[in-house]
């Protein structure tokens, strides 16, 4: 954005409110001083009328709301400037009105009736105007200066009070009777003016640019149901975050004002110039407050002023009964001075808070509910506080609670940029999904002939299901329809980086020497020094054995390279990696993890777990608690490469994965992707243990989040892999016998471990392979079971290995088993050479559903293919690559797999009530496949195409033609 529309904008904002606020506090400010006397019978007593006065004044409070639903509507669907330019005309008009009213003494009961007509009609103004007037002047500001710009709007308030409250202190000086005798109101009529000046300023300012691309998108559901659907939590935590930018500022002036001329009989002209000076010191504190929230943190600047509030609130009212017009005008300033730091940056955070669909509805109903609730009864509150005590001591009481609350809600509070976001922001139209066999995983009515999308969920099942004239309609010529596919396990951040490095996976390099050809193809176009990494790598497969950075040497010692094995759990290193990392054949293996050495006690090249985190430029550190593949990369990359791989997983019908080993790198990129709209599908992020002490220091555990990022189970490692020779059994495997595998921890640390987390509030799910793994990972969950309670849904990761026994535990624990039937395929040759017959009751899936279990499929991508019809169709066959049965009594019908990844995969990550199913009200994730899943060959599964993918109601992928 150029720096003079941004000037342009906050001029306009700023000018804009000042009129708006001088109508507002022209009408305080007489509310407090005549309007008692003027509107209501004479036999009234003073503290009544006083008390009626305020009523009348806070009616605009309650209208304010309204105005905030109406205006923040017109501005989300017709634009900023345009509610900007009618909220202007309003005010003008009813506060002018107010100058030529009627009094009591004239017009009798019709006075007061006028009064609050006009009352309301300019809380409808001021509640529409404050929240466009902050957008206009934060969304046309630079990134970096949003608080400062954003301030302008703030600035209207103390303006507008120091106009109101100096005119109202000239003409009190004319003598006690002076405004009671027709003075009071002549800055009613002034105002009109001020607002014919504000309206020729306002037209002149450009459209905002965030609404400038929201109306490019197209028409969306009505601002205020997107508000509510979106951002309840953040409108909450916005009202929150107000009792003292917008109460508390009305118990420091008008209810101050009240009390110090009514209650301790100082001087109307003492007090006013008073609130006069300090407003001055307000308005040009205002702006150095939102410049420091720039450099400091706005949020950071609130909440030392909120203090400050705190501290000063005693004193504010004791000094106005000591007789020092010193004394009382420094305490009135500074308190307007830490009064500045509360209000001058919260426009910006609170703009900042919500999605730009909605913004102005958004921002509108927080403040301005807020306001109603704190600012238009505070007075009044006040009052009774003062008439039922007989003292302030309670006012202050309450004006300290405000702070605490403010502090509260603004601690933590989320925020978005300015980018359009897209999930927000796209169109959702009907679609209508017609000619299909609709296989809804719904056991009330498992199967229908058409869907009906409408607002983003399922509307309606059946053959006759109707749509409007303008809907999407997808004809799926007989092909079956299915909930989107839910992976809860599947690195996608990790899928994203192994999709845009070296493919080592099989059958693509089948030897070593196609792995060092295709090392030495990518080091002549990479520059030397930069790292050349690989995914996918499946040794066990090659002739020649596994390689060793000598045979990797060959192919370059200018560049570090790393290749990555198929499981995630090893890798294999040249030289100059090593060197890299200073590490030498004295190197110590860590805990959980070794390096490989040959004969002669020197290094292979190859690493196993834990110890490959020795190596890597690491993004974080994870200690023993898992195998380390957080690489340090760009974050710029990393969000480049998850939009390319969030295409592939939408082609391929999946709509919903659980990262289960998420850390810092991986929570940057996703929560970015979220506040920016463009994360391609709902994710559920499992933090990896090694963050549990910092995780529960902050008091979180999941489930946490919304629909489309949160916090899941926290993820624990048992032991290795098969593939690796880590898995940890009870009796000696591979081809020569030579492994038994090992533990990331002792029984009892797991235990301990995982027992700790449950009681913090955190589900677990434990990666488990061999059956001694097994066995400490099952009392591990029952340790986490006793002490988490109801509903722990407790995972077993890749759940290896499970004994009969093993079985039975898991039905009384309700063990969720997580299984990936594509380790059967891609290296079921190998578990059989290493396991032999054992091998037949790797995962176990029949044993587990006749247990009574609710067994799920995942890829585990970036291990393997993220395609869920491949994995639904390894599931069924259980084959290996080779063409071997691979415990076929284990295997699921066609139906079962498909359940298990979508509704059950749902109820794993504890979304079953929103997504998993088509049944109407839930949301709208469908895949439409290119054919008919239980009418094809068990052999062909995985070649079934997905025809069209619908995300939120959205079609996000479609290969077809619109019939």
Same mark, same amino acid.
């Given at each position: 954005?150029?720096?003079?529309? #941004?000037?342009?904008?906050?001029?306009?904002?700023?000018?804009?409110?000042?009129?708006?606020?001088?109508?507002?506090?022209?009408?305080?400010?007489?509310?407090?001083?005549?309007?008692?006397?003027?509107?209501?019978?004479?036999?009234?007593?003073?503290?009544?009328?006083?008390?009626?006065?305020?009523?009348?004044?806070?009616?605009?409070?309650?209208?304010?709301?309204?105005?905030?639903?109406?205006?923040?509507?017109?501005?989300?669907?017709?634009?900023?400037?345009?509610?900007?330019?009618?909220?202007?005309?309003?005010?003008?008009?009813?506060?002018?009105?107010?100058?030529?009213?009627?009094?009591?003494?004239?017009?009798?009961?019709?006075?007061?009736?006028?009064?609050?007509?006009?009352?309301?009609?300019?809380?409808?103004?001021?509640?529409?105007? $404050?929240?466009?007037?902050?957008?206009?002047?934060?969304?046309?500001?630079?990134?970096?200066?949003?608080?400062?710009?954003? *301030?302008?709007?703030?600035?209207?308030?103390?303006?507008?009070?120091?106009?109101?409250?100096?005119?109202?202190?000239?003409?009190?000086?004319?003598?006690?009777?002076?405004?009671?005798?027709?003075?009071?109101?002549?800055?009613?009529?002034?105002?009109?003016?001020?607002?014919?000046?504000?309206?020729?300023?306002?037209?002149?300012?450009?459209?905002?640019?965030?609404?400038?691309?929201?109306?490019?998108?197209?028409?969306?559901? !009505?601002?205020?149901?997107?508000?509510?659907?979106? *951002?309840?939590?953040?409108?909450?935590?916005?009202?929150?975050?107000?009792?003292?930018?917008?109460?508390?500022?009305?118990?420091?002036?008008?209810?101050?004002?009240?009390?110090?001329?009514?209650?301790?009989?100082?001087?109307?002209?003492?007090?006013?110039?008073?609130?006069?000076?300090?407003?001055?010191?307000?308005?040009?504190?205002?702006?150095?407050?939102?410049?420091?929230?720039?450099?400091?943190?706005?949020?950071?600047?609130?909440?030392?002023?909120?203090?400050?509030?705190?501290?000063?609130?005693?004193?504010?009212?004791?000094?106005?009964?000591?007789?020092?017009?010193?004394?009382?005008?420094?305490?009135?300033?500074?308190?307007?001075?830490?009064?500045?730091?509360?209000?001058?940056?919260?426009?910006?955070?609170?703009?900042?808070?919500?999605?730009?669909?909605?913004?102005?509805?958004?921002?509108?109903?927080?403040?301005?509910?807020?306001?109603?609730?704190?600012?238009?009864?505070?007075?009044?509150?006040?009052?009774?506080?003062? /008439?039922?005590?007989?003292?302030?001591?309670?006012?202050?009481?309450?004006?300290?609670?405000?702070?605490?609350?403010?502090?509260?809600?603004?601690?933590?509070?989320?925020?978005?940029?300015?980018?359009?976001?897209?999930?927000?922001?796209?169109?959702?139209?009907?679609?209508?999904?017609?000619?299909?066999?609709?296989?809804?995983?719904?056991?009330?009515?498992?199967?229908?002939?058409?869907?009906?999308?409408?607002?983003?969920?399922?509307?309606?099942?059946?053959?006759?299901?109707? /749509?409007?004239?303008?809907?999407?309609?997808?004809?799926?010529?007989?092909?079956?329809?299915?909930?989107?596919?839910?992976?809860?396990?599947?690195?996608?951040?990790?899928?994203?980086?192994?999709?845009?490095?070296?493919?080592?996976?099989?059958?693509?390099?089948?030897?070593?020497?196609?792995?060092?050809?295709?090392?030495?193809?990518?080091?002549?176009?990479?520059?030397?020094?930069?790292?050349?990494?690989?995914?996918?790598?499946?040794?066990?497969?090659?002739?020649?054995?596994?390689?060793?950075?000598?045979?990797?040497?060959?192919?370059?010692?200018?560049?570090?390279?790393?290749?990555?094995?198929?499981?995630?759990?090893?890798?294999?290193?040249?030289?100059?990696?090593?060197?890299?990392?200073?590490?030498? *054949?004295?190197?110590?293996?860590?805990?959980?993890?070794?390096?490989?050495?040959?004969?002669?006690?020197?290094?292979?090249?190859?690493?196993?777990?834990?110890?490959?985190?020795?190596?890597?430029?690491?993004?974080?550190?994870?200690?023993?608690?898992?195998?380390?593949?957080?690489?340090?990369?760009?974050?710029?990359?990393?969000?480049? $490469?998850?939009?390319?791989?969030?295409?592939?997983?939408?082609?391929?019908?999946?709509?919903?994965?659980?990262?289960?080993?998420?850390?810092?790198?991986?929570?940057?990129?996703?929560?970015?992707?979220?506040?920016?709209? $463009?994360?391609?599908?709902?994710?559920?992020?499992?933090?990896?243990?090694?963050?549990?002490?910092?995780?529960?220091?902050?008091?979180?555990?999941?489930?946490?989040?919304?629909? $489309?990022?949160?916090?899941?189970?926290?993820?624990?490692?048992?032991?290795?892999?098969?593939?690796?020779?880590?898995?940890?059994?009870?009796?000696?495997?591979?081809?020569?016998?030579?492994?038994?595998?090992?533990?990331?921890?002792?029984?009892?640390?797991?235990?301990?471990?995982?027992?700790?987390?449950?009681? #913090?509030?955190?589900?677990?799910?434990?990666?488990?392979?061999?059956?001694?793994?097994?066995?400490?990972?099952?009392?591990?969950?029952?340790?986490?079971?006793?002490?988490?309670?109801?509903?722990?849904?407790?995972?077993?990761?890749?759940?290896?290995?499970?004994?009969?026994?093993?079985?039975?535990?898991?039905?009384?624990?309700?063990?969720?088993?997580?299984?990936?039937?594509?380790?059967?395929?891609?290296?079921?040759?190998?578990?059989?050479?290493?396991?032999?017959?054992?091998?037949?009751?790797?995962?176990?899936?029949?044993?587990?559903?006749?247990?009574?279990?609710?067994?799920?499929?995942?890829?585990?991508?970036?291990?393997?293919?993220?395609?869920?019809?491949?994995?639904?169709?390894?599931?069924?066959?259980?084959?290996?690559?080779?063409?071997?049965?691979?415990?076929?009594?284990?295997?699921?019908?066609?139906?079962?797999? !498909?359940?298990?990844?979508?509704?059950?995969?749902?109820?794993?990550?504890?979304?079953?009530?929103?997504?998993?199913?088509?049944?109407?009200?839930?949301?709208?994730?469908?895949?439409?496949?290119?054919?008919?899943?239980?009418?094809?060959?068990?052999?062909?599964?995985?070649?079934?195409?997905?025809? /069209?993918?619908?995300?939120?109601?959205?079609?996000?992928?479609?290969?077809?033609?619109?019939?």
């Amino acid at each position: 954005m150029t720096a003079p529309s #941004a000037r342009r904008a906050a001029a306009a904002a700023f000018i804009g409110t000042t009129i708006e606020w001088y109508d507002f506090y022209a009408y305080s400010t007489a509310a407090s001083l005549v309007f008692g006397t003027l509107f209501f019978p004479p036999d009234t007593s003073p503290l009544v009328g006083l008390m009626a006065s305020f009523a009348t004044y806070a009616v605009g409070f309650l209208a304010r709301p309204l105005g905030g639903l109406v205006f923040g509507h017109f501005g989300d669907r017709v634009g900023r400037r345009a509610a900007l330019v009618t909220t202007l005309l309003i005010m003008g008009v009813a506060t002018f009105a107010v100058g030529l009213l009627p009094t009591y003494a004239t017009a009798g009961v019709v006075a007061p009736l006028l009064l609050v007509l006009l009352r309301f009609a300019q809380g409808l103004a001021v509640g529409g105007e $404050w929240g466009g007037a902050v957008l206009m002047a934060v969304e046309h500001a630079p990134e970096k200066h949003k608080t400062f710009y954003g *301030s302008f709007a703030q600035l209207g308030n103390p303006a507008g009070a120091l106009l109101a409250s100096g005119l109202f202190g000239l003409l009190s000086a004319q003598g006690e009777d002076a405004l009671r005798e027709g003075a009071w109101r002549i800055p009613f009529l002034l105002s009109a003016v001020l607002v014919i000046v504000g309206l020729v300023i306002r037209l002149k300012v450009e459209e905002s640019p965030v609404f400038e691309r929201v109306r490019e998108s197209g028409p969306a559901e !009505l601002p205020v149901r997107a508000a509510l659907r979106t *951002s309840w939590r953040q409108i909450l935590r916005g009202i929150g975050a107000l009792p003292v930018a917008v109460g508390g500022y009305y118990i420091v002036t008008t209810f101050l004002l009240a009390y110090s001329t009514t209650d301790l009989k100082v001087s109307e002209q003492l007090v006013l110039t008073g609130l006069t000076v300090a407003s001055f010191v307000e308005l040009v504190a205002t702006v150095g407050v939102a410049w420091l929230g720039d450099r400091l943190g706005s949020r950071r600047v609130v909440i030392a002023g909120l203090a400050g509030v705190a501290v000063l609130a005693t004193p504010q009212f004791l000094v106005m009964d000591s007789g020092s017009t010193a004394l009382i005008f420094t305490v009135l300033a500074v308190m307007r001075l830490v009064m500045a730091a509360t209000y001058g940056p919260i426009a910006a955070i609170l703009a900042q808070l919500f999605p730009a669909r909605a913004r102005y509805t958004s921002i509108s109903l927080s403040y301005q509910v807020a306001g109603a609730v704190f600012g238009g009864f505070a007075p009044l509150a006040c009052t009774a506080l003062l /008439a039922a005590f007989g003292s302030v001591a309670p006012v202050i009481v309450l004006l300290v609670v405000m702070c605490l609350v403010s502090i509260a809600c603004l601690r933590g509070a989320p925020q978005v940029r300015d980018d359009v976001n897209e999930q927000e922001l796209a169109p959702v139209t009907d679609v209508l999904i017609t000619n299909a066999r609709v296989l809804t995983m719904d056991a009330a009515r498992p199967e229908a002939g058409a869907v009906l999308v409408r607002d983003g969920v399922v509307a309606a099942l059946g053959d006759t299901a109707t /749509a409007s004239a303008g809907a999407h309609r997808i004809d799926a010529h007989g092909a079956t329809v299915l909930p989107g596919f839910v992976d809860p396990h599947n690195h996608l951040l990790s899928t994203a980086e192994s999709l845009a490095a070296e493919d080592a996976s099989y059958p693509t390099v089948s030897t070593v020497d196609e792995l060092v050809d295709m090392v030495a193809t990518a080091a002549a176009r990479t520059p030397p020094g930069q790292w050349i990494r690989a995914f996918g790598m499946d040794d066990a497969k090659y002739p020649e054995g596994r390689p060793t950075r000598q045979r990797l040497d060959e192919a370059t010692t200018e560049h570090p390279v790393i290749v990555y094995h198929v499981s995630g759990h090893q890798a294999v290193v040249n030289s100059a990696a090593l060197s890299w990392r200073g590490i030498g *054949s004295d190197v110590t293996d860590p805990a959980g993890g070794r390096f490989v050495r040959d004969a002669a006690g020197r290094l292979t090249g190859m690493v196993l777990d834990s110890a490959m985190q020795l190596l890597l430029p690491l993004a974080v550190e994870i200690g023993c608690h898992g195998p380390n593949f957080h690489t340090e990369l760009p974050f710029e990359q990393l969000s480049a $490469w998850l939009r390319d791989a969030g295409e592939a997983y939408l082609s391929a019908g999946l709509t919903t994965v659980a990262d289960p080993q998420v850390s810092a790198r991986e929570m940057r990129v996703y929560r970015a992707a979220r506040a920016g709209g $463009w994360l391609p599908v709902r994710t559920v992020a499992m933090p990896l243990s090694h963050q549990l002490d910092a995780l529960t220091s902050a008091g979180l555990a999941g489930p946490f989040g919304d629909d $489309w990022l949160s916090l899941g189970a926290m993820k624990f490692y048992s032991d290795g892999t098969l593939i690796g020779g880590t898995a940890a059994f009870s009796e000696p495997y591979g081809e020569h016998g030579e492994f038994t595998g090992s533990l990331y921890w002792a029984a009892d640390q797991l235990t301990e471990l995982v027992e700790r987390a449950a009681r #913090a509030g955190w589900r677990v799910a434990i990666h488990t392979q061999g059956d001694v793994a097994m066995e400490n990972s099952l009392r591990a969950i029952e340790a986490g079971a006793r002490a988490y309670g109801d509903d722990f849904r407790p995972r077993v990761e890749h759940c290896g290995y499970p004994t009969r026994q093993h079985v039975r535990r898991f039905a009384g624990l309700g063990v969720i088993p997580v299984n990936q039937p594509n380790f059967l395929h891609d290296s079921g040759g190998d578990f059989l050479r290493r396991l032999g017959d054992r091998a037949h009751r790797l995962q176990p899936i029949r044993e587990e559903l006749d247990a009574g279990l609710r067994p799920v499929l995942s890829s585990d991508s970036f291990v393997s293919s993220f395609r869920p019809l491949h994995t639904v169709a390894n599931a069924v066959l259980r084959r290996t690559r080779e063409g071997d049965d691979i415990g076929g009594g284990q295997a699921m019908t066609v139906r079962e797999a !498909l359940r298990a990844h979508t509704l059950d995969a749902a109820y794993a990550l504890g979304m079953e009530d929103r997504i998993g199913s088509l049944t109407p009200g839930k949301l709208a994730d469908v895949v439409v496949l290119d054919a008919d899943v239980e009418a094809v060959a068990a052999e062909k599964l995985g070649d079934v195409g997905v025809a /069209a993918t619908l995300l939120g109601g959205r079609v996000v992928h479609e290969r077809r033609p619109r019939a």
